[in-house]
């Protein structure tokens, strides 16, 4: 077992206190059934605000878990869910800082590699440790993140198998 | 739940009737979210079943545009973006898309190049379109299971749910309505003096019910009406009458909100009414009980 990689659902904390020099790493990763919830209360919140919206979920690599399209959605907001969804789970933060850097005058940021500088992108955290993102589109910018939020914060009722 | 639904994008019918124009816009089948996750959910089932790997799972609509996707546990990233080109591709060209990859193998290389103005496509097998009553209405995309193979077995069998599924179109939505049930009693009491069996909880009709019955009951000759929006559905009971429908009134005053009378009409056509004779009368057309043979008793729903 010790030479072989971990990719999945342990915690790496403890392991790494007591091994500072080791070679391999458990890490937390985002289920599919972890990514459903996320989704599920992102959607709650779009209905009971009547939003049409793509809800799309990415683990840690930015990369496709789970998307929905709510009925009546802009087709274009696909794509740009997944964006947000990846530029929050590989920069580890929400894709807000983003759009803020660019509007106070730091253009250069539209440049950062994968990332699309709009709101709307909030990473999942686990115990600290960001394990993917949800990425929302299709109203303002400001209700997207809204709708991210609340479904990134159901993470923190996550359990391990 | 519904999962597919009717986008109205006109009232053609109407002016179609009318003027008897070429159709310019129709009426088209899209399926929903909820039709797509259960076409997912079909396609995860049979992955179980048959022990897949793993497997991503797209759904786009009839335009190619992604709808639902899920990616399996353990399942390979890259599978997510194959499984939406699957899809886009199938539904494009509303072919499975094991075609394209049977035409490219058998020396038609240059079909690979398809890709060019078409974003994302993919000309791998695993991609079927999803039909309804024969219209594709979007497709679904698998990668990341077993084998090419087993990516199209599992594609068909997601494929296949979607002719147990139902329309939005059935209810327009809402729930349906509780049924109503009127004793016989009740029914004959109403006919003993006229009156409305259902509809009369309000002036104008439920939100919900496009509908409203009447008990009739006629001792004498009633005026000229003129119902706006009502279409008269009439039933002769009991006793019998002359009715005048069409003509020109004279003298018409308004009533009621859409509802109209008139002391007398000019023209129209006359009809002798007895027991189980039953008379249509559409919205906006005159008509006018002129001569009765009391009691004159009428079953009439008047629709909306």
């Not at chain 1, 904390?13 to 007591?18: E, S, W």
């Not at chain 2, 089948?29 to 897949?52: D, H, P, Q, S, Y």
């Not at chain 2, 399996?72 to 394209?100: E, H, M, V, Y």
């Amino acid at each position: 077992m010790t030479t072989q990689m971990f990719l999945c659902v342990t915690l790496s904390m403890t392991m790494l206190a007591g091994t500072a020099d080791a070679q391999l790493v458990e890490k937390t990763a985002l289920t599919l059934d972890g990514a459903k919830k996320i989704a599920a209360a992102a959607e709650a919140k779009a209905k009971a605000e009547g939003a049409r919206v793509v809800i799309a979920v990415v683990d840690e690599s930015g990369s496709l878990l789970l998307l929905e399209r709510l009925d009546d959605t802009q087709v274009a907001s696909v794509n740009v869910g997944i964006d947000k969804a990846r530029t929050a789970a590989i920069y580890r933060r929400p894709s807000k800082v983003f759009e803020d850097q660019v509007k106070n005058g730091r253009v250069s940021a539209l440049a950062l590699h994968g990332a699309v500088a709009l709101q709307g992108g909030v990473p999942v955290t686990v115990n600290g440790k960001v394990i993917g993102a949800i990425g929302v589109s299709g109203e303002t910018p400001s209700q997207d993140e809204d709708i991210a939020i609340a479904g990134a914060a159901i993470a923190i009722s996550f359990t391990k198998p | 739940m519904k999962y597919i639904t009717m986008i109205a994008t006109g009232i053609t019918m109407a002016i179609l009737a009318s003027t008897g124009s070429a159709e310019s816009v129709s009426d088209k089948r899209g399926l929903t979210l909820e039709g797509a996750k259960k076409v997912i959910a079909a396609t995860v089932a049979e992955a179980t079943r048959v022990n897949a790997p793993g497997g991503s799972i797209a759904v786009v609509d009839d335009g190619g545009n992604l709808l639902a996707l899920e990616r399996l546990d353990q399942t390979f990233a890259a599978s997510a973006n194959i499984a939406i080109g699957k899809a886009r591709t199938s539904a494009l060209f509303k072919k499975p898309t094991k075609t394209f990859e049977d035409a490219i193998k058998n020396g038609r290389t240059s079909m690979v190049t398809l890709g060019g103005d078409l974003q994302n496509f993919t000309p791998l097998q695993g991609g079927i379109p999803l039909e309804w009553e024969g219209k594709v209405v979007g497709a679904i995309g698998v990668s990341g299971a077993a084998s090419a193979q087993q990516d199209e077995e599992l594609a068909i069998v997601g494929a296949k749910s979607l002719d147990s599924m139902e329309m939005v179109g059935v209810t327009n939505g809402h729930a349906p309505l509780p049924v109503t049930y009127i004793e016989s009693q009740k029914v004959a009491a109403s006919f003993a003096k006229g009156g409305v069996l259902v509809g009369d909880d309000e002036n104008m009709m439920h939100a919900s019910r496009n509908y409203m019955v009447h008990a009739s009951h006629r001792e004498k000759a009633g005026a000229v009406e003129i119902h706006e929006f009502d279409t008269d559905i009439v039933y002769v009971l009991k006793g019998s009458a002359t009715l005048i429908t069409g003509g020109t009134p004279v003298g018409t005053k308004t009533i009621a909100p859409h509802e109209f009378r008139a002391p007398n009409v000019n023209g129209g056509e006359t009809r002798k009414l007895v027991p189980g004779d039953v008379v249509i009368i559409p919205n906006g057309v005159p008509h006018w009980f002129k001569e009765v043979d009391a009691p004159f008793d009428y079953y009439v729903v008047k629709v909306r």
